[in-house]
């Protein structure tokens, strides 16, 4: 089982338009509603691939418990905080050639009685995990810490963690030693300051990353692949992608790949690569299943000598 955490979850709804025409009233080719949040998303994913998962989130309003039935519908087990404020819904225009633009709403501020309460429903619900995800920004009134004080719970509980997150809850929670963090090229140089011109750059952040306290870093580099520091070494793996619809949610994909697969080695980030190549291909925050996986298109470091893409840009 799988244990998500999404201190920020969203209702995601997606119009295809033909053109994005500023000003102008325009009609949706098409459109959907999913629930959103990246543990959300992450629990999405691992219920299309039929395991079992748990997906902790603050509920707030109508949108909240709109949020609750769509987990359900999902196959996925939903364990309600609830809070005064509604949950946020976000907004997401896609245009025939994959450009899209994304409206995201700030969401309800928690108070500190409630954010106990989520870090209380981790620790209830943790029996069994074989990983937490704990994913996404934090809403307002949860301080950068927050993320720093889950780890050391569940830990403190024997649990494993992956944390996707950013900016300054990234680098508190750095010392508590999550088990797995997964920037993306983006996240990774501002944790270490500096841009990242090349595969070998994201490499020495990444481990610069592990010196810090994260035991293995698992980084988004775009088109460019995925690259995995851990413990077994470091690799790198690709696969190629035929046309974009929508990126919305295949970070979130590649890490229910990874999780699902052990979350460690070079097997981890083939299946790591191989959602998030099949989520970019697939509308709006739709999660892929294993039919939709090309398993055999995937790349890595045992096909492609790592010091060949060590000199490749980071897009």
Known sequence: ?????????????????????????????????????????????????????????????PEGALLARLLADHGIEAAGVPVAGSTRVNITLVEPDGTLTKVNAAGPELTGAEAEALLETVRSRSAGADWIACCGSLPRGLRPRWYAELVRRAHRAGARIALDTSGAALTAALGERPDVVKPNAAELAEAVGRPLATVG??????????ERGARAVLASLGADGQLLVDDTGTHFGRAPVAAVRSN???????LAGFLTAGGAGPAALAAAVAHGAAA???????????????????????DVPLDRALTEPVP
């Open 248 to 254: 919305v949610g295949a970070g979130d994909a590649s």
């Open 280 to 302: 970019v291909q697939l509308p709006g925050s739709v999660m892929p299943t294993p039919a939709d996986l090309d398993p055999a298109a995937v790349t890595t470091t045992a």
């Open 1 to 61: 089982m799988i244990l998500t955490v999404t201190p920020n979850p969203s209702l995601d709804r997606t119009y295809e338009l033909p053109a994005l025409d500023r000003g102008a009233v325009l009609r949706a080719a098409a459109d959907r509603v999913d629930p959103g949040g990246k543990g959300v998303n992450v629990s999405r994913a691992v219920a299309a691939a039929g395991r079992r998962t748990v997906a902790v989130v603050p509920l707030g309003g």
């Open 201 to 210: 750059d994201a490499v020495k952040a990444a481990e610069e990353l592990r």
